[in-house]
């Protein structure tokens, strides 16, 4: 007996010294301090839906004076044909294309002057969507995927939409999207048309087409001699993932 009180002596002084210097300390198990039913920060889900990808660094900005077109000077300024364009490697641009798929619906470009004086207040441009191998694209590497022209009033400094009636789904993975303003020969009809740009900055190149200035092949503007005409425009479309096909069979 004198051995086990003895025994229980010391256990009972360890503990109260262990206890006094912080060694040990008393553990169980509890939850976490978050209200019941909470979760911690969502997982952003991919969205689907309506997407708009540019190369513009400021896209409401047009700057006169800034842009240029084969044209046959002053005092008309009445342009021959002229072709602008953008091309977008679509797997640049993920996000915000967080989808397999992107669908071109509508183009937002910019109007420094559009004249038509000399037949009324409006004039025809062709917004044309084409696909490419290559980026820089070349003529040869372009496939034409959809045609758009209207009308456009007579106007200065300002921003034009225009919704494609055929709208080109691309393959985000491999897809480059080559979007061009086409501008046909005014001359004739009294038309001057310069499109809108602006020079605070581009992450990609403004590129222009104007035989009749000697530049037949699509062509950076900076190789030219215009590195500061950054041509304002926005692809506007919808990010979307692939329709998957079902099959079903029926029993007899």
């Known amino acids: 007996m004198q051995k086990q009180t003895v ?3 010391l256990l009972l002084t360890l503990g109260v010294v262990l206890l006094a210097t912080g060694a040990v300390s008393a553990q169980s198990f509890s939850h976490s301090s978050l209200p019941a039913g909470t979760s911690g920060p969502a997982v952003p889900a991919p969205v689907v839906g309506p997407a708009s990808i540019t190369q513009s660094t400021n896209t409401s900005t047009i700057t006169t004076g800034n842009s240029v077109s084969c044209n046959g000077g002053s005092p008309g300024f009445f342009h021959t044909d002229n072709s602008y364009f953008r091309a977008f490697t679509l797997s640049a641009f993920n996000p915000p294309l967080d989808q397999l798929q992107f669908m071109v619906q ?3 470009f910019g ?3 559009a ?5 009324g207040t409006t004039q025809p441009i062709t917004v044309r969507i084409h696909s490419s191998t290559t980026n820089p694209p070349t003529n040869a590497s372009l496939t034409l995927l959809s045609t758009e022209t209207v009308n456009v009033p007579d106007q200065t400094v300002s921003l034009i939409t225009v919704p494609l009636t055929t709208q080109p789904v691309f393959t985000v993975a491999t897809g480059i999207l080559v979007v061009e303003i086409f501008t046909p020969n005014g001359q004739t009809a009294g038309h001057s048309f310069f499109i809108g740009s602006n020079a605070l900055g581009q992450s990609g190149p403004s590129f222009i087409r104007a035989a009749s200035c000697g530049v037949a092949e699509i062509t950076n503007l900076a190789s030219i001699g215009f590195a500061n005409m950054h041509i304002v425009m926005t692809v506007n479309g919808n990010s979307q993932a692939p329709v998957s096909l079902q ?4 029993d007899e």
């Open 115 to 119: 004249n038509a004086a000399g037949t």
């Open 7 to 9: 025994f229980r002596y």
């Open 106 to 108: 509508s183009i937002t």
């Open 111 to 113: 109007i420094e002057q």
């Open 247 to 250: 099959s079903f069979s029926v």
